[in-house]
């Protein structure tokens, strides 16, 4: 884990818990896998502080703990990836509104604050909280049918279980099914008539699926990436093609379970440009679609299959290209898209195939080696008679490591955003 990724780690935390819990993260950060002693003693802060920001970390997913040597003893590990998605929950609460409405969106919005809750508890409070606000008009039925959706659609899921291993005094949390529950309304409309929790008997608690949400994102920039590359209905056939994917392979697969044409057309009758034209947009989404769509047989008119690993790369490329773009310029991004196509390429052809003033190409080279967008690999040409073996240098682009490289420049500017954000939150309050 990187220098940069500790600060925005930091700085998050303090935004959203304060110096006390940002302490303890930076400890678990720096340190790793630790005991409760140990924190207290690098962190200087008593025990009950300790416990009570782990306790915090806990609830909302940002840390986790298994036995130790001592199998009395746990050990308490920060998850650095589940800090950075406390910045995406005002994106996560933008989508559930825009798809399924103001209840869903108050739904998931309650649980990313209490980290788990129960059915009954969730619905019942948000019922609570805004039964006199008749704009929004908020009741259990429907809080309780979108709930339902939810929990179909794997926006929201059960919580993982805590069970104790034979010999050890430190639970292991196990994932379990997710099942939709059947949820009793008149149950539910007793607790709310009630006014309170207490007496709620339900023990099922349930979780956001930060996956799922991830899954729709890149759907999206799918999506709006063959929208910009064609048109709507290529956009649209690319939307079609994702939702069969779904149907025969697991969401994240490299590459999806073929679709064949005669389903999408049944589906496309809605549109009926892309109904008539399907054929030719299939066409058009293989041969000039960088690659999401393949073509895996002639089946049923055509079976095809989405490429996401191949689209994740040339996203990642077009990403990057920018990035050089707008870091060292058109020119730049130039000699950064030849070295990448040629892969190993000399200095001299660099200039030659760049078309760039020599003394130019040069600096411009330089600087990308200096920014470590590209690497550079020595060689020897075998010796001519008499004379000594020549060393040359291959430029080339490690996309591992460039991707890493941008990777650490956002979590610098995220840092620096954050922190400027706080400044002025200070100097104007």
């Given at each position: 884990?990187?220098?940069?990724?500790?600060?925005?780690?930091?700085?998050?935390?303090?935004?959203?818990?304060?110096?006390?819990?940002?302490?303890?993260?930076?400890?678990?950060?720096?340190?790793?896998?630790?005991?409760?002693?140990?924190?207290?003693?690098?962190?200087?802060?008593?025990?009950?502080?300790?416990?009570?920001?782990?306790?915090?970390?806990?609830?909302?997913?940002?840390?986790?703990?298994?036995?130790?040597?001592?199998?009395?003893?746990?050990?308490?590990?920060?998850?650095?990836?589940?800090?950075?998605?406390?910045?995406?929950?005002?994106?996560?609460?933008?989508?559930?509104?825009?798809?399924?409405?103001?209840?869903?969106?108050?739904?998931?919005?309650?649980?990313?604050?209490e980290g788990s809750?129960?059915?009954?508890?969730?619905?019942?409070s948000i019922a609570?909280?805004?039964?006199?606000?008749?704009?929004?008009?908020?009741?259990?039925?429907?809080?309780?049918?979108?709930?339902?959706?939810?929990?179909?659609?794997?926006?929201?899921?059960?919580?993982?279980?805590?069970?104790?291993?034979?010999?050890?005094?430190?639970?292991?949390?196990?994932?379990?099914?997710?099942?939709?529950?059947?949820?009793?309304?008149?149950?539910?409309?007793?607790?709310?008539?009630?006014?309170?929790?207490?007496?709620?008997?339900?023990?099922?608690?349930?979780?956001?699926?930060?996956?799922?949400?991830?899954?729709?994102?890149?759907?999206?920039?799918?999506?709006?990436?063959?929208?910009?590359?064609?048109?709507?209905?290529?956009?649209?056939?690319?939307?079609?093609?994702?939702?069969?994917?779904?149907?025969?392979?697991?969401?994240?697969?490299?590459?999806?379970?073929?679709?064949?044409?005669?389903?999408?057309?049944?589906?496309?009758?809605?549109?009926?440009?892309?109904?008539?034209?399907?054929?030719?947009?299939?066409?058009?989404?293989?041969?000039?679609?960088?690659?999401?769509?393949?073509?895996?047989?002639?089946?049923?008119?055509?079976?095809?299959?989405?490429?996401?690993?191949?689209?994740?790369?040339?996203?990642?490329?077009a990403a990057l290209?920018?990035?050089?773009?707008?870091?060292?310029?058109?020119?730049?991004?130039?000699?950064?898209?030849?070295?990448?196509?040629?892969?190993?390429?000399?200095?001299?052809?660099?200039?030659?195939?760049?078309?760039?003033?020599?003394?130019?190409?040069?600096?411009?080279?330089?600087?990308?080696?200096?920014?470590?967008?590209?690497?550079?690999?020595?060689?020897?040409?075998?010796?001519?008679?008499?004379?000594?073996?020549?060393?040359?240098?291959?430029?080339?682009?490690?996309?591992?490591?460039?991707?890493?490289?941008?990777?650490?420049?956002?979590?610098?500017?995220?840092?620096?955003?954050?922190?400027?954000?706080?400044?002025?939150?200070?100097?104007?309050?």
């Open positions: 884990m990187s220098h940069q990724l500790g600060r925005v780690v930091s700085v998050i935390l303090h935004r959203y818990f304060g110096e006390i819990v940002q302490c303890v993260g930076d400890d678990l950060f720096t340190y790793g896998s630790k005991p409760i002693g140990l924190i207290v003693k690098s962190t200087g802060l008593p025990r009950s502080q300790v416990v009570e920001c782990l306790r915090t970390l806990l609830k909302y997913d940002l840390a986790s703990f298994e036995a130790s040597n001592n199998v009395l003893i746990a050990d308490y590990k920060l998850l650095p990836d589940n800090v950075l998605l406390l910045i995406r929950y005002p994106r996560y609460l933008l989508q559930m509104k825009s798809k399924y409405g103001t209840e869903a969106e108050l739904l998931v919005e309650e649980l990313l604050q809750c129960t059915a009954t508890v969730l619905l019942v609570l909280k805004y039964k006199d606000d008749k704009e929004k008009n908020i009741n259990i039925v429907k809080l309780k049918d979108t709930f339902v959706s939810l929990a179909t659609a794997g926006y929201i899921q059960q919580a993982p279980v805590a069970e104790l291993k034979e010999g050890s005094e430190v639970p292991t949390l196990v994932p379990v099914a997710t099942i939709v529950p059947d949820l009793d309304v008149r149950v539910l409309m007793q607790v709310f008539n009630s006014g309170s929790l207490a007496d709620v008997k339900d023990n099922v608690y349930w979780k956001v699926n930060y996956d799922r949400f991830h899954q729709d994102f890149r759907d999206e920039i799918m999506i709006k990436a063959m929208t910009r590359r064609i048109d709507e209905n290529a956009g649209e056939l690319m939307r079609l093609l994702l939702e069969q994917m779904y149907l025969s392979s697991a969401a994240w697969a490299g590459e999806g379970g073929p679709a064949a044409a005669h389903e999408l057309r049944t589906r496309a009758r809605d549109r009926p440009a892309l109904h008539t034209y399907l054929d030719q947009y299939l066409k058009v989404l293989e041969e000039s679609g960088c690659g999401f769509v393949r073509r895996a047989g002639d089946a049923a008119g055509g079976q095809y299959c989405v490429r996401a690993r191949v689209a994740s790369q040339q996203l990642a490329c290209d920018h990035l050089v773009t707008e870091r060292l310029g058109s020119k730049a991004a130039r000699i950064f898209r030849l070295i990448r196509e040629k892969r190993y390429i000399e200095e001299d052809d660099i200039q030659k195939h760049a078309m760039l003033v020599n003394k130019e190409c040069k600096e411009l080279t330089y600087k990308l080696l200096e920014e470590h967008f590209i690497s550079i690999q020595p060689m020897r040409k075998a010796a001519s008679a008499g004379g000594m073996a020549k060393a040359i240098y291959l430029y080339h682009v490690n996309m591992h490591e460039v991707t890493q490289t941008a990777q650490q420049m956002c979590y610098r500017a995220l840092h620096n955003a954050v922190r400027r954000g706080a400044h002025e939150r200070s100097r104007r309050a």
